[in-house]
DNA sequence: GGATTTGTGTAGATCGGTCTACGTTTTTCT
DNA sequence: AGAAAAACGTAGACCGATCTACACAAATCC
């Protein structure tokens, strides 16, 4: 087997330069005190060797330039756009982005969490983490943390997420602009869920917006979680009541719960719009698919996605008050949403 | 600011335990060398002190504890799934999976990879990496790594990857026996296909399986690549045909693609499966969203997974001759394909 | 022109683990 | 019982960077 060649470390630049290692490591970082000729000697010396710092030896006393990113959920494909935005900032300021998934629950969360800081990252960004708001102002305490899709206020870490509130407002005043009064919503009623969490404030927004348009009367949450699964569940349960006290339109809460209710009632032969309109939330890739056409909220993800980078970079930099940014939703009509036919 | 507790360290806990450092260790590693008083009093140590050894200080000498996952594109769901079963298998011997991501060709893959070598990754798994064999060749040589998706020969790095050969057949198999013989296929004609990639191993068997039932004159690859925006193009592409020169099924060779292409075919009014079959590659859930019901070819993602985490801990453990893993695909009939109407 | 400031470079401790080499004690063998 | 082998612990070098403290030289000040 061929031998590998041996890595250049700092001291074999130092050496190879004729100046000491804490000479090249100023280089490197940048610091006060080279001057020119020094930095064009060592630098000289690094392409030469072809030298790379060691990223890991680095984080043992200074910033080990890596980013983690928690998510639920990889195949939830608008989580994975939100990544691409962090990526974009991350990499113009020289920092890598590592993406941890756990999507089994609370404890798989915790232990990816404490593994991304065993391994020294700089900062975190979560992505719609689980658990109650104080577990995340004890770990902002530890390490700058975004989280990504919370709504604020909260003290220790910053928060990007869509205006809820407006996009639920969106879903409902299109539906009724469209003559729909009987207008349900999957809820997300996860047993964790907490006050920020978009389930919340979503779940909220729409029962505003009934209020506003005096159908408080119709305000109906049909229970389950956010996933493909427990959205064909909803849809089953929607499809077995009867046809009377079965809405004739839903707010989906979430694209991929509503894709999944969507699934049910076309299967129990309840066509879409004619029979129910259904508008989705995220604006997943999926939902553009030509024979479906969701109607959904888009929240235009690489761009939070892009402001939570920032976010974690000035935190990273040394800043302490909490910023909390809300990114206004936009409406896109498709072919799932249609006047009541009934 | 409430300032933060200081992290116990393995000095901490060798204090506590009242013996030394290198004990520790020993006990943490399990190595040679530790009676089992010495055990218990330095875990009782440990867990009173709520230590956690810091990976990255372990990965200065011994191992990270860490794999890197090299993805092309999380938006792929077909990858998330490969994602997932690598990490089922890795948590289970206490590793860490960390993702990355790299989209934008092979310089960033390039700089992907570097960043996770220079974070000392213990090994890799890359799925549809570009870029040479002998790239990898050399990569190989440098960490340990698995290739996912790719097919073997290779000397210093495993494979594990569908039977694409057998995958094509299933399809083409499938519409003969519905009764095509004009049977084209997306062909991924990317500039730096290798031999060895899933898109010319899948375009071969195509080719085998059309002259095996005599259809050789039918042979036709549709360029472009494998992505959704390509299969679009790829789609109208053919919608623009005339009649006399369209198939009359289609082999998509991914997914994505041939989602893409049924979008496209949709919108020109061409439906899906009377004027044209469709069967797609990759089995990713989309597909099985009802109004679309894309028939295609399952490759078991999870299982793929799993076997690569496996030969990258074997390989890690000290393996070094190589293993080339062919995994069988399963065809999956939906509602995309029928017998010809013409 | 001597004192002070500024600029440039180095030595060496440090981060938190791992690992080799070696000393001491206990067990096994003949 | 004495020798050899095995079991158990520890000291201290080491991994590859960063960072503080300090030495020395050059520039600026009064």
């Given at each position: 087997m061929t031998e590998q060649l041996k890595r250049a470390t700092i001291s074999d630049v130092a050496e190879h330069a004729g100046v000491s290692r804490a000479a090249v490591s100023k280089v490197l970082r940048n610091a006060?005190?080279?001057s020119p000729a020094m930095r064009t000697k060592v630098e000289e010396s690094m392409a030469l060797l072809n030298y790379r710092p060691l990223a890991l030896a680095r984080g043992m006393r200074g910033n080990s330039y890596t980013l983690g990113v928690f998510l639920v959920d990889l195949s939830n494909t608008f989580f994975s756009v939100l990544a691409e935005g962090i990526r974009d900032v991350a990499e113009e300021l020289g920092y890598q982005v590592l993406i941890g998934q756990a999507r089994q629950g609370l404890d798989a969360q915790q232990k990816l969490i404490e593994a991304m800081i065993d391994r020294r990252m700089d900062g975190l960004v979560l992505i719609a983490p689980f658990g109650p708001n104080d577990e995340l102002e004890k770990l902002g305490r530890t390490i700058p943390v975004v989280v990504l899709g919370r709504h604020g206020p909260a003290k220790y870490f910053d928060t990007v997420a869509s205006d809820d509130i407006a996009g639920s407002a969106l879903i409902v005043d299109h539906l009724v602009s469209l003559g729909h009064e009987r207008i349900s919503m999957l809820a997300n009623t996860q047993p964790d869920s907490e006050p920020g969490m978009p389930q919340t404030v979503r779940r909220h927004g729409y029962d505003l917006a009934m209020e506003k348009h005096g159908l408080s009367q119709w305000i109906d949450h049909v229970p389950g979680r956010w996933g493909t699964e427990s959205g064909l569940e909803a849809g089953r349960s929607l499809a077995a009541r009867p046809l009377a006290q079965?809405?004739?339109?839903?707010?989906?809460?979430?694209d991929v719960a509503a894709l999944g209710a969507y699934t049910a009632l076309f299967e129990a032969?309840?066509?879409?719009?004619?029979d129910m309109s259904i508008v989705g939330y995220?604006?997943?890739?999926?939902?553009?698919l030509p024979p479906i056409g969701l109607s959904t909220v888009d929240q235009s993800g690489v761009q939070m996605g892009r402001q939570a980078a920032e976010l974690l970079l000035s935190r990273i930099e040394g800043r302490t008050e909490s910023e909390h940014v809300l990114v206004s939703p936009r409406l896109i009509v498709r072919k799932t949403s249609a006047p009541p036919r009934r």
């Open positions: 006060y005190g080279v079965r809405p004739s339109a839903l707010h989906g809460g979430a032969g309840i066509h879409i719009p004619d995220d604006n997943i890739p999926a939902t553009g």
